[in-house]
């Protein structure tokens, strides 16, 4: 198949950036995420252009928060 774009011209982009030592799992609203972890969602965000909707601080289902709406109206 045939590539949008050719993988030898590629150069790699390196960002460092923040990460964060406190324990997220038991974070239940979005206002509680570290103010690292909140720049590294934006800085995905705004990389990707496309908005994130669900951020899992753990393994369970219960520990999901749902930062915005998942299905927009149209």
């Known amino acids: 198949s045939h590539l949008p ?3 030898e011209t590629a150069e790699p982009c ?9 324990d ?9 995420l570290p103010v690292e972890l909140t720049q590294y969602v934006q800085f995905i965000e705004d990389e990707v252009g496309i908005p994130i ?3 899992s601080v753990g393994p369970e289902r219960k520990q ?8 927009e109206s149209q």
């Open 5 to 7: 774009y050719r993988l």
């Open 53 to 55: 909707r669900i951020i």
């Open 14 to 22: 390196y960002k460092e950036l923040n990460g964060w030592k406190r």
């Open 64 to 71: 999901v928060l749902f930062t915005g709406a998942i299905v």
């Open 24 to 32: 997220i799992s038991s974070i239940t609203n979005q206002d509680e």
